[in-house]
Nanobody, 122 residues
Framework: QVQLVESGGGLVQPGGSLRLSCAAS????????MSWYRQTPGKERELVAV????????NYADSVKGRFTISRDNAKNTVYLHMNSLKPEDTAVYYC???????????????WGQGTQVTVSS
């Protein structure tokens, strides 16, 4: 079955960096676009970053553009989110997701991991 296991979260000071990892299994990872979402209590899950199936193109939410980088290693079935210049408003649970891209939009497959908590605080 589809499994997505996120890791790498933690507590970091403002301006710091973290690298999140997502280990994917149970499906042909290289056939799907992959993404990272984040969610804070009481708010809807927000799409943060998307990478195409071959890693050739990426897209970011305006709130993280220039600070976050999504990448993937299809040989390792792993997706990464490199986060730099972190701000307190980046505090959230981060989830990775597999999906498809059509007409310029990302569509989730609906499978989710347990997420990893990122807390940015001094």
């Amino acid at each position: 079955q589809v499994q997505l296991v996120e890791s790498g979260g933690g507590l970091v000071q403002p301006g710091g960096s973290l690298r999140l990892s997502c280990a994917a299994s149970g499906f042909t990872v290289s056939s799907y676009a992959m993404s990272w979402y984040r969610q804070t209590p009481g708010k809807e899950r927000e799409l943060v970053a998307v990478v195409t199936d071959d890693g050739g193109a990426t897209n970011y939410a305006d709130s993280v553009k220039g600070r976050f980088t999504i990448s993937r290693d299809n040989a390792k079935n792993t997706v990464y989110l490199h986060m730099n210049s972190l701000k307190p408003e980046d505090t959230a649970v981060y989830y990775c997701n597999a999906g498809t891209i059509a007409r310029g939009n990302y569509y989730s497959t609906g499978s989710w991991g347990q997420g990893t908590q990122v807390t940015v605080s001094s």
